[in-house]
């Protein structure tokens, strides 16, 4: 799984799932970020930990065409990329642990739900008990 995490909101704006990690399924998840949203491009940076999707190639050159500035996390430090981790741990606690799945698809439907929860209902306490998706609007109504 790869997504995309507004930092600003923690809303999740793009993700895509794979049987694998490649870059093929970064670009899929960043595709979909940036179909969603339609950003201002040059004044973006993906940041990510130094997975094989993330530094292959492919995915840099891809961001470099989007005029994205690539920032990546220390060897081994978790907490460069910690609110990215917090979400993944989120979904594994609140979610996924415990279940189990008969197929590839009943993982993505369980994957969509929760992130429509995630952004639209579970509020945070880094952003005033706001969902993320209550944040966006907050931001977008301000600008």
Request: glycine fraction near 2%.
């Amino acid at each position: 799984m790869a997504c995309v995490l507004d930092l600003s909101t923690k809303e999740i704006v793009g993700y895509a799932l794979s049987k694998s990690p490649n870059a093929e399924l970064a670009k899929a998840a960043l595709s979909n970020a940036i179909k969603r949203q339609q950003p201002v491009l040059n004044q973006l940076m993906f940041h990510s930990d130094q997975g094989c999707q993330y530094s292959a190639a492919s995915f840099r050159t891809r961001l470099s065409q989007l005029t994205i500035t690539q920032s990546m996390s220390r060897r081994g430090n978790c907490w460069d990329n910690a609110v990215m981790e917090r979400f993944f741990r989120s979904l594994k606690t609140e979610r996924l642990n415990g279940l189990s799945f008969i197929n590839h698809d009943s993982v993505i439907n369980e994957v969509d739900n929760y992130i429509q929860f995630y952004n639209y209902k579970r509020r945070h306490s880094t952003l005033d008990y706001m969902t993320p998706h209550q944040k966006y609007n907050e931001l977008k109504n301000a600008a």
